[in-house]
């Protein structure tokens, strides 16, 4: 179900309900860009550490924003049955009265979502605005003072439209008579009211259903009542709510602390951190802190099948939708006690329809992946089909899931995963390879790359100026490549010693042996000491 600005209003009561009753969501995110290209080096590298990676990310997160969010309400009924309420919201950043935000488009990240028919209107016109914690400090600040002011230079000419034709009524104009304003956005809505009740002290305004105001002519005693009453739709409270968009219905899934499912989710949380709730920090360790609190429970469905793939014959896959479908398959046979999935009707394109990389459907696969290995997981631990409830609660999931419980993929990094609560697991890599480079001058790290990747990929870093460490995740590459650069004429590669090939080690011993020397030196010539 899509869902924009003019819309999100009148749900967001009832997703508070279903949010509240669930037993589990599934998220996801597209983005205007995944990894910036400045600085340079900035993409993800087998070389990074966590916290390296970290910082690397929140550089890009700073730089892009979100243009979809997809979230899957996952309700339990009777039996193992799920009905599945899934959303599509389109996003937007706020333009009411906070510093005009600026983000970057990636050239291949639009042409991708383009190519997934990605509605750029729709992101563009009716994005549901939203904010951060410092944002919604500043806005209120400005609102106490009356500095605020409309940041899109579209709502200002607009604001200027219903000016003009509000004070050329008005002259003529009666108390108590009205008119209408039309064709307004809705923080459009907003921004125009407070506008026309700034400039002019004898007019009241009211917002009607969808894009229009009603202004009406009212005297100064009329105005003083119906201000911060019941009627005032424009109290600072309602206005702030408004300019949340979005971030309010983040803090009812923060304050709901239901499971949080993603797949391959350490950027949505970088988003989800700094979009809704604060700046990323710095501090790496502050981040993981910040993220457990909002969302204790935290599973990320590339973690699971990434695990269990190897406990079945399951083909290899890489994306998301062909997790799904191998686990929908006849390759996985199906159990009469396993969960039945069950799209509500407002998402029941879904069912009809696959629509990979829309934010809401992803989602809800996200979901289901969790759904049919959490269960296989249970058959297995059971040892036989025959021995699993026929009606497995969604706790006892949780408990053969466990292991896997607040650990989110690292992509090509120095850990295995992210452990959102605990110590990070550290990746098993092949050793360090080390190349030395003989009569190839000014060879770089893009070189060595280029030369070795018609036989297996590594990552390149430099060690000293004609020295190279290399690193891959697969010990057939470590194989291959020194078996075939054994005799190479201008490479040699070896395996990498610390003791031997490193410069600090290799410095350090240089230094130690020149000391050695001198002082041989120095007691050699000095001869021994004289007696008195």
């Not at 004070?167 to 008119?179: C, K, Q, Y």
């Not at 229009?212 to 100064?220: G, H, R």
């Amino acid at each position: 179900m899509d869902v924009g600005a003019a819309g999100f209003g009148r749900l967001l009561p009832g997703l508070r309900d279903r949010v509240r009753r669930a037993a589990f969501l599934g998220i996801d995110m597209e983005f205007t860009g995944l990894y910036s290209a400045f600085p340079q080096n900035n993409q993800p590298s087998l070389f990074d550490s966590p916290a390296g990676r970290y910082l690397k990310v929140r550089q890009s997160v700073q730089r892009f924003t979100v243009t979809q969010l997809g979230l899957a309400i996952f309700s339990k009924e009777n039996s193992n049955k799920y009905v599945v309420h899934s959303y599509n919201f389109f996003l937007f950043p706020s333009t009411l009265g906070v510093t005009d935000v600026e983000f970057t488009l990636s050239a291949s990240s639009i042409q991708f979502l383009s190519h997934y028919g990605f509605d750029f209107n729709k992101f563009l016109k009716d994005g549901i605005p939203y904010m951060n914690e410092l944002q919604e400090k500043s806005l209120n600040q400005r609102l106490s003072e009356g500095s605020w002011r409309a940041c899109s230079a579209v709502d200002r000419d607009v604001m200027k439209k219903a000016i003009d034709e509000v004070t050329s009524w008005i002259v003529a104009a009666e108390e108590g008579e009205t008119m209408i304003l039309k064709d307004l956005s809705g923080s459009q809505m907003l921004e125009v009211q407070l506008v026309l009740r700034e400039a002019l002290q004898n007019v009241w305004t009211q917002p009607l259903e969808d894009s229009e105001v009603v202004v009406k002519k009212v005297s100064p005693q009329q105005r003083r009542l119906l201000e911060n009453s019941s009627y005032d739709y424009c109290r600072k409270e309602l206005i702030l709510m408004s300019a949340r968009g979005f971030t309010n219905l983040f803090q009812i899934l923060v304050k709901a602390k239901k499971p949080l499912v993603g797949h391959n989710m350490f950027i949505d949380l970088c988003h989800l951190h700094d979009k809704f709730y604060k700046p990323l920090p710095e501090s790496y360790e502050e981040f993981k802190r910040n993220i457990h609190n909002l969302f204790p429970v935290l599973i990320d469905t590339k973690t699971i099948t990434k695990s269990i793939w190897k406990n079945y014959q399951f083909p290899r896959v890489s994306t998301l939708l062909d997790v799904y479908e191998v686990l929908c398959s006849n390759l996985n046979p199906t159990d009469p006690t396993g969960p039945v999935i069950a799209l509500a009707s407002d998402c029941s394109r879904y069912a009809e329809k696959k629509s990979p990389h829309e934010a809401g459907y992803d989602a809800f696969l996200c979901g289901s992946v969790l759904l049919k290995s959490a269960h296989l997981l249970l058959r297995r631990v059971t040892k036989c089909s025959d021995t699993v409830e026929a009606d497995p609660s969604f706790s006892q999931y949780l408990t053969v899931l466990a292991e896997y419980l607040n650990k989110v993929n690292f992509i090509r990094g120095g850990a295995s995963s992210i452990n959102f609560s605990g110590e990070d697991v550290p990746s098993q890599h092949p050793p360090l390879l080390v190349v030395r480079v003989r009569g190839w001058p000014q060879m770089n790290e893009r070189q060595i790359y280029q030369e070795l990747k018609a036989l297996c990929r590594f990552d390149v870093r430099r060690l000293s100026g004609n020295q190279f460490i290399l690193l891959s995740n697969k010990f057939k590459h470590v194989r291959l490549v020194l078996r075939d650069y054994k005799h190479h004429p201008n490479l040699q590669i070896s395996v990498y010693r610390h003791w031997r090939h490193s410069p600090h080690v290799n410095c350090l011993l240089q230094v130690s042996g020149i000391v050695a020397l001198w002082s041989l030196l120095a007691f050699v010539l000095g001869g021994p000491p004289c007696s008195s």
